[in-house]
């Protein structure tokens, strides 16, 4: 086929599909042209979840927020727990970076039937689908993001400099969500089943993660065990960031996380793209 004025052949072997024929320049044009095509693949996204829905794209800031709520008036009101960890922003904080990876993973199991067959059938590459599921959550999670700095100085925490690495940790959350969907993606187009069990996981797994409670009420013998969880390095650090206003102390444990998240990342993708024509063939 012709593009750009240059031949592309796609090669579909046992160990991959491969592109020749692209020099650098025609990889540029064609990477330019693939991140337009993802920036209105997810304009149109967006408008979808809200068409017809009276308050439109307020909603993906209120239902966190909503959700914080519960939680505060359950554990603060009813129960009447109390402490630092039991604040509304608190809560709020947790929900705020949590959603993001929960609608990644959840959807993951499901992507090759509810996402790429529709990539597929337009002739675009299926990279072009995982893109597009990153890129629209994590536009969301930017309003989500803001809502939170914006209630955070309203209820007299004031402005701290370290807000904005929570930009920088919600990366690599990111990173770590997309690499466990991509994987998902992988299985789940084999055993249609695993979607069911893998969003049980995932509400399991929040409250086992210091969302709704700080790490200093995990017991002493549990700590090892419990910091095998990603997540007992990822929210401690963004609670310190937004709400104390200091640098993470678990640089280190980021740091694993994030390597190792980048390595699941990259062999998913080796996996993918190997396994391509039998999910295509299968599909």
């Not at 809560?91 to 790429?116: D, E, L, M, Q």
């Not at 969500?177 to 797994?205: C, E, Q, R």
């Not at 007992?232 to 993470?248: D, T």
């Amino acid at each position: 086929m012709q593009i750009d004025h240059q031949t592309v052949q796609l090669e579909i072997t046992p160990s991959g599909i491969r592109r020749t024929g692209l020099g650098f320049a025609g990889q540029i044009r064609r990477l330019w042209r693939d991140l337009y095509c993802v920036l209105s693949l997810v304009r149109l996204s967006l408008h979808q979840e809200v068409f017809g829905l009276t308050f439109g794209h307020v909603w993906h800031v209120l239902e966190p927020a909503l959700q914080a709520l519960a939680y505060f008036i359950l554990i603060s009101v009813v129960f009447r727990a109390g402490g630092v960890d039991t604040t509304f922003a608190f809560f709020f904080c947790g929900v705020t970076f949590w959603r993001s990876h929960s609608t990644i993973v959840c959807a993951g199991p499901t992507f090759f039937f509810s996402r790429a067959t529709q990539y597929i059938q337009s002739s675009l590459p299926l990279y072009i689908a995982y893109l597009e599921l990153f890129v629209s959550e994590f536009v969301l999670f930017l309003l989500r993001f803001s809502m939170l700095c914006l209630f955070i100085a309203g209820a007299g925490y004031p402005p701290k400099w370290t807000w904005p690495l929570g930009i920088a940790i919600a990366c690599i959350q990111f990173v770590f969500s997309m690499a466990l969907s991509v994987w998902l993606s992988f299985f789940g187009a084999y055993f249609k089943d695993l979607g069911k069990f893998v969003g049980h996981i995932v509400w399991f797994w929040w409250y086992i993660s210091p969302g709704l409670y700080s790490f200093n009420r995990i017991p002493d013998w549990a700590r090892p065990f419990y910091d095998l969880n990603p997540f007992a390095q990822l929210l401690p650090a963004i609670q310190s960031v937004m709400l104390r206003g200091e640098l993470p102390h678990n640089a280190l444990g980021l740091a694993v996380v994030f390597i190792a998240s980048l390595f699941m990342l990259w062999m998913g993708g080796v996996l993918i793209n190997r396994t391509a024509y039998k999910l295509y063939r299968d599909l």
